[in-house]
Each structure stands twice: as C-alpha cells, then as structure tokens.
C-alpha cells in the first residue's frame, strides 16, 4: 500500500458533493470496460489461439487466404465484443445516475437506515460509498453500494477507510448484516470485502451464453455479530 500524503478525512456526504461523487463512480464504472473485455477475451483465448493455428497450417498447405479472412474476422470480433461490453457498462452507469445518485441527498441522507461516506483529500473528493436500507431487504440488513475511489487515490487505503466508517456506521445502528454484489472484473475490492471477512455467498453469469460465462456476477454478506 503507497502512503497518501497529506490528510485524508472520511465524513458524511453534502450537497456540494454531487457532481464530484458522480463523476467519480461514473470513471471507476467506465475503466472496467477494457478490464472486463480482456477477461472475458483470456476466457476465449485458447479457442482463438486453436482457431489460429489451423488457419495457419491451411494457409501452408492451400492459400493465405483462410489466414487473412480469419484475422480480420477476429480484429471484428473483438470490436463487436469491446462495444457490446462498452454499451453494457454505460447502461448499469446511465441506471444508477438516474436512480439513487440522481437524488443522493434524499436517496442516502434522508431515508432511516441509509447513508453516504466520502473520502476528502486536500479539499478534494476522491472516494465514495453508500449504505442502503429499502423494502427489498430484511429487517437488520443493509446493502453496501457505489463503493469507488478516484483512480489517482487506489492503493492509498482508501477503500478500507470508508468500508471501516461503514461498518462502524452499522453496528452503531444495530445492523445484523451487509450484503453486497460485485463482479470478478473489479478484484480489488473482491480482494478488500473478503480482507473484512465479507463471505462470498452466491455467483452468477453476468450473460448466461458462452462468451460472457467468465464474467461473474458476485453477491457478498457480513455478519455484523
């Protein structure tokens, strides 16, 4: 972890926070757009890789034609798969601003058993997260939600401040549980929630069909007691 310099202070979201808070999660959503297509392209790596070689070994044996045709079929491939996943990610993004973080202040800060956090460092925003409380949880549970730091301020121990201001938040308040979903794409905040002892309880496909299978949908919880 590198060392952040100056001073770091954890508090309650405002209002004059707005815009920084949804730029903020609207550039941490939009950098997993090039980390979730090499993924799933590493899951289909060895198919490609097959395919290669015997469009290589015919190219030796009859024309380079099958060599050419399916090199440039791959480079569409890829650019249909990285818009695909581009327009994928900027409808989760266009969602979440249109719904609890078009109205922070009432969505986070007016609602019994919600709240948001933001970390502010030299006068500036540069993380966030979210406790969400609604009819579709169960009495004494609460979901963590639109956790995301700056890119400039990751692996300075951002995250695990806000997530230890949230946890505190909770027991403070009576909680039971936190629960919580992610994707395998984002591993380093799988690899912070499970540092707090979040257990992952269930994983999906994002898409159920072949290409997206190794994009995992990972839905986390926290006993608080």
Known sequence: MIKMPGHLQIRSYHSPDYEECREIFSQ?????????????????????????????????????LPLVAWLFLSLILWALLYVIIYLQIWKIINYCLKTDLLDIEKTYMSNKGCH??????????????????????????????????????RKMGVASKLLEELLKHS???????????????????????????????????????????????????????
């Not at 994002?206 to 986390?220: A, E, G, R, V």
């Open 116 to 153: 948001m956090w933001v970390a502010e460092w030299n006068g500036k925003i540069v993380g966030m997260v979210g406790l969400i409380q609604n009819e579709d949880h169960k009495p004494g549970i609460a979901e963590l939600q639109r956790m995301s730091v700056s890119k400039t301020c």
């Open 28 to 64: 941490g959503m939009q950098q997993l757009i090039s980390i979730t297509t090499c993924l799933i392209f590493s899951n289909l790596f060895w198919y490609i890789t097959m395919v290669t070689i015997f469009a290589v070994m015919a190219s030796f044996k009859w024309s380079i």
């Open 171 to 225: 027991r403070q308040q009576g909680l039971e549980k936190i629960v919580l979903k992610t994707s395998n794409a984002q591993g380093p905040a799988v690899r912070l929630y499970r540092k707090f002892g979040f257990k992952l309880i269930e994983g999906k496909p994002f898409i159920p069909n072949f290409i997206f299978k190794s994009l995992m949908i990972m839905s986390f919880e926290l006993e608080l007691w």
